[in-house]
């Protein structure tokens, strides 16, 4: 199964808290306490998240953290950049030389059709679009076999 760590996940959640108060500076305490999640967790990703250029910190007795730029120009992948690395599905996605089976490798080409793939779904998809309720999902679908009858 194909997952994104338990922390990406973690970061997601914290970063759509911080979208859902735009302009607003934010503790950590606060991001904690809504995203329900542990004050280290929050507090180690924000780290990891400022350090991407997604959130912008601030000191004081007001500080706190909001994100540095609005949410629609925030991509799925930078956030999973941020805290995962590079995108790739096999070492051979992220770039020449990481395999020493690359030049007698068959389905590197296909892996890297996948990953190309799976990189433009996660920049085409925003921080804006991840705090939109999920379309409702279907249970069954209808369609028609071969011989025109229909089924579900």
Known sequence: MFRVSRL???????????????????????????????????S???????????????????????????????????????IEGPLGMTECSVGEGQ???????GVRGSWQRINHVLDNALRSMSLADMLRPAPPTVSTVAFTDLKGRTAS
């Open 99 to 105: 395999c020493d089976r690359q030049s007698q490798c």
């Open 44 to 82: 180690k990703l924000l780290k990891s998240l400022g350090h991407a250029g997604l959130v912008e910190s601030f000191r004081g007795v007001n500080g706190g953290y909001r994100l540095a730029r609005p949410a629609q120009q925030i991509s799925l992948a930078a956030i999973v950049e941020a």
């Open 8 to 42: 990406t996940d973690y970061a997601t959640v914290v970063m759509t808290c911080i979208a859902a108060h735009p302009g607003d500076v934010l503790s950590t305490a606060q991001i904690a306490e809504e995203a329900h999640l542990e004050l280290p967790t929050v």
